[in-house]
């Protein structure tokens, strides 16, 4: 019998569906904004205690969405668009 061939394997469940669709930064699965409440939640376990790599990453795709956003809808307000990548990652905690 052939060995199966990658291109063949149909993703499992766990692939991560809540991904946001460019350039309008809806998610793919549920057409919210994004990041939609699933992928935050995907996000926060995925990077776990690593909570600088997780700012970094959103940061990152901030400024592309940023970008993206402010071209195809002009009056894209920045503070607004940081509060829904950043604004609602949980506050560090405190110093020991």
């Known amino acids: 019998m052939p060995a199966t061939?990658?291109?063949?394997?149909?993703?499992?469940?766990?692939?991560?569906?809540?991904?946001?669709?460019?350039?309008?930064?809806?998610?793919?699965?549920?057409?919210?904004?994004?990041?939609?409440?699933?992928?935050?939640?995907?996000?926060?376990?995925?990077?776990?205690?690593?909570?600088?790599?997780?700012?970094?990453?959103?940061?990152?795709l901030w400024e592309e969405a940023l970008g993206q956003l402010t071209e195809r809808h002009p009056g894209t307000d920045p503070a607004e668009s940081h509060e829904r990548f950043l604004g609602w990652l949980p506050p560090r905690p405190p110093c020991r």
């Open 5 to 60: 061939r990658a291109a063949n394997v149909v993703p499992t469940a766990r692939c991560r569906d809540h991904v946001a669709s460019r350039p309008t930064w809806r998610c793919r699965a549920c057409g919210t904004a994004w990041p939609c409440g699933r992928a935050k939640r995907d996000l926060l376990a995925e990077y776990g205690t690593r909570r600088t790599d997780l700012l970094v990453y959103l940061a990152t």
